[in-house]
């Protein structure tokens, strides 16, 4: 069983910045991939950005520039680096944790959620 927690979130102004981190405890051996999904009010959960256990990332078009993602494997913690947050940022985080980078699908294990909250 995987577990992972998260921190960070919260209120932010429009044109700020904000960190998340999410750690895995566990059965880890199962876990090659790393990632972060939102979820806003009445929409469904999408892929904000991704990694691997190598590096490599994946990112989605509406946060490209502007959040980084990073892991620290030594440490079984990924990092979501958020800058020039707008309104439209403001969601649910999931931190998730998973076998593959089939990043268009929405499985794997999951975090318990951040409110991120950007106000204009």
């Known amino acids: 069983q995987v577990q992972l927690v998260e921190s960070g979130g919260g209120l932010v102004q429009a044109g700020g910045s904000l960190r998340l981190s999410c750690t895995t405890s566990?059965?880890?051996?199962?876990?090659?991939?790393m990632g972060w999904y939102r979820q806003a009010p009445g929409k469904q959960r999408e892929l904000v950005a991704g990694?691997?256990?190598?590096?490599?990332?994946s990112y989605a078009d509406f946060v490209k520039g502007r959040f980084t993602i990073s892991r620290d494997n030594a440490k079984n913690t990924v990092y979501l680096q958020m800058n020039s947050l707008k309104p439209e940022d403001t969601a649910v985080y999931y931190c998730?944790?998973?076998?593959?980078?089939?990043?268009?699908?929405?499985?794997?294990?999951w975090g318990q959620g951040a409110q991120v909250t950007v106000a204009s």
């Open positions: 566990g059965t880890s051996f199962s876990i090659n991939a």
């Open positions: 998730n944790a998973r076998w593959d980078t089939a990043w268009f699908k929405v499985s794997g294990y």
């Open positions: 990694i691997s256990t190598g590096g490599s990332t």
